[in-house]
């Protein structure tokens, strides 16, 4: 890590009135052409000048990619670029400020300038080739704000002596300095100033942006800068790897969450990383990039997209809604999946827009979030429609998806949201004393009701993995309720139960109502909670309310080749 011995100030805010505004030259997307930025040398108070030049993009390309939060756009301040000026918003000013070299250019990829913002086509190219452009660089630069203490760069700076701190702890942790209590003495372990810094690292926008999860995790060598500081993004992992066996019992419990603050939001990165080349499709990492802020609500499945080997692409010409319903649809006949039907609660959602499409614009339960982000990682440990593949075909209207599925049974009964230990272990009972004593497929409704209120999946090392066949569900759900004495961390927590008409059991959607549908789709891992509705011209269509466990039918069951499917029509 390096610092400066001083901060600089900022400069003025206006440019000269008299200076051209740039022109940008096209671009030629069949040659996969972009814009590298030529950041000119200079001292800290010079103009920043810099020069554009148009080169064919693969893995040889020589520059360095520029990861940072725009800031506020209304706020701007004036560079030269190609002797014509360019308002940048006042962190992307102090960024190249910083990273400027006294003596020699320094060639930089910086979306917000090396893409022509005005020209939606243009955008729609250079965002698709983004995943390229990280994967290929030299080095990613992930700036993440600076020491200024000008008020127009806020939020998007921290003080130096907080920022030091901060990354004093962090190169402490990955190397692997132990913190623990000395011979009975007084605890060696960070300081409560060590937490605090570290926490307020962690507020800067960057950590919390939609595109910065690609831009940190795509590229082969990437370093977090702050200022005049540096230090490898691989330190911060290290530092995340070796926390985890050290001992803060003496830390103050205010320590212990900010500290845990900082594991959660490396080991999401990590985790991303590590799934990202494995699954097609990962619901539980798109509905993460929901909680990250994008002033465009379109960015916040388009920079998933990078993510995805696959050949869906970021359309800047839709409008907000017609991007949302084709970009789901995209993906679902890319990969034959339906992974993008789960999502987290929304409020405020659009009432025009189809209910199997994510609104990727609308508000979510920050608090609710992990815990449902749980329950969508479930989906990915069953098979419920084998190994079949979705399968879609032009539908009576644009805003429908016609899917080849079919009806299991409708919902007759539903108990309560299943947010305490006493609602569980109440909705265990009613399946266990209200029905008859064997369970369709097999079995008895004893297990049924424990193998249900578990979701078949059980906590084991901090990780989650399905029950095993010589393991006791009814074992499990009392120590899961002995862990917190309210079930927390069961898949099936914030869920609603139900019954069905043939008598199966299970939970699903807390919007579950007497008389929804139980269905499985080609290419679902898991039935689909339906509700129907009468479309104009008298046919049956239905909207989409969730997902559901149902015992004894999560692994193919219900299908063989005897299995008639249907098309159905959600709206």
């Not at 992992?237 to 939001?265: I, P």
């Not at 095993?468 to 898949?491: H, T």
């Not at 689909?528 to 009468?534: A, G, M, N, S, Y």
Request: with cysteine.
């Amino acid at each position: 890590m390096s610092t400066a011995e001083h901060d600089v100030q900022p400069e003025p805010r206006v440019s000269d009135g008299g200076s051209k505004p740039l022109h940008y030259q096209s671009l030629d997307s069949q040659r996969q052409e972009i814009r590298i930025l030529r950041l000119l040398p200079g001292n800290e108070d010079d103009p920043i000048c810099c020069t554009l030049h148009t080169i064919t993009l693969d893995e040889t390309s020589d520059y360095e990619a520029l990861s940072y939060n725009w800031g506020d756009p209304q706020i701007c301040r004036a560079i030269e670029v190609d002797g014509m000026v360019k308002d940048v918003t006042v962190n992307l000013f102090n960024a190249l400020r910083r990273l400027r070299l006294p003596h020699e250019e320094r060639h930089l990829w910086v979306d917000a300038i090396c893409i022509n913002q005005d020209d939606n086509t243009e955008k729609s190219h250079q965002v698709n080739l983004m995943s390229k452009i990280y994967s290929w660089t030299n080095r990613a630069l992930l700036w993440i704000g600076d020491f200024s203490g000008d008020k127009d760069a806020w939020p998007n700076v921290i003080p130096e002596e907080t920022a030091k701190v901060a990354l004093d702890l962090v190169e402490d942790l990955a190397d692997d300095k132990h913190y623990n209590p000395v011979d009975g003495g007084e605890n060696d372990g960070p300081t409560e100033e060590q937490f605090v810094a570290v926490a307020r690292l962690l507020l800067l926008p960057w950590w919390n942006r939609a595109w910065t999860v690609q831009e940190a995790i795509l590229p082969k060598d990437a370093v977090i800068v702050c200022g005049s500081a540096e230090l490898s993004f691989v330190r911060f992992t290290e530092a995340y790897d070796n926390a985890l066996h050290h001992d803060y019992s003496g830390c103050c419990h205010e320590g212990h969450r900010l500290l845990l603050s900082f594991y959660q939001t490396l080991n999401g990165l990590r985790e991303t990383r590590r799934n990202h080349k494995e699954l097609p499709i990962a619901s539980e990492i798109i509905n993460l990039l929901r909680n990250r802020g994008a002033s465009d609500p379109r960015d916040k499945i388009y920079a998933y997209l990078g993510l995805v080997d696959g050949e869906v692409s970021a359309d800047y010409t839709l409008p907000r809604e017609e991007a949302f319903k084709h970009t789901s649809r995209a993906l679902i006949e890319r990969f034959g999946t339906l992974d993008i039907l789960l999502r987290v609660s929304e409020s405020g959602r659009s009432p025009t827009l189809p209910t199997w499409v994510p609104d990727w614009g609308a508000d979510i339960n920050q608090e609710r979030l992990f815990q449902e982000i749980e329950w969508i990682y479930s989906y990915s440990m069953f098979r419920a429609a084998g190994q079949t593949k979705a399968e879609t075909r032009n539908s009576f209207s644009k805003d429908a998806l016609d899917l080849q599925g079919f009806v299991i049974d409708r919902v007759v009964d539903t108990g309560p949201v299943l947010e305490t230990g006493k609602d569980k272990t109440e909705m265990v009972a009613i399946w266990q004393n209200n029905v008859n004593s064997v369970y369709p497929g097999g079995g008895t409704y004893f297990e049924a009701a424990f193998h249900t209120i578990m979701t078949d999946i059980c906590q084991s090392f901090g990780r989650r993995r399905r029950i095993k066949s010589d393991e006791d569900p009814q074992a499990l759900f009392v120590e899961a309720l002995a862990r917190d004495g309210e079930g927390y961390y069961l898949s099936a927590h914030g869920c609603k139960g139900f019954m069905a008409e043939k008598g199966i059991i299970g939970v699903g959607h807390p919007d579950i109502e007497v008389g929804d549908s139980i269905c499985v789709f080609k290419g679902g891992n898991m039935p689909f909670i339906l509700r129907e509705v009468q479309r104009d011209e008298g046919d049956v269509a239905y909207q989409y309310i969730g997902q559901a466990y149902v015992y004894k039918m999560m692994d193919g069951e219900m299908i063989n080749e005897a299995t008639e499917w249907n098309w159905i029509s959600l709206v």
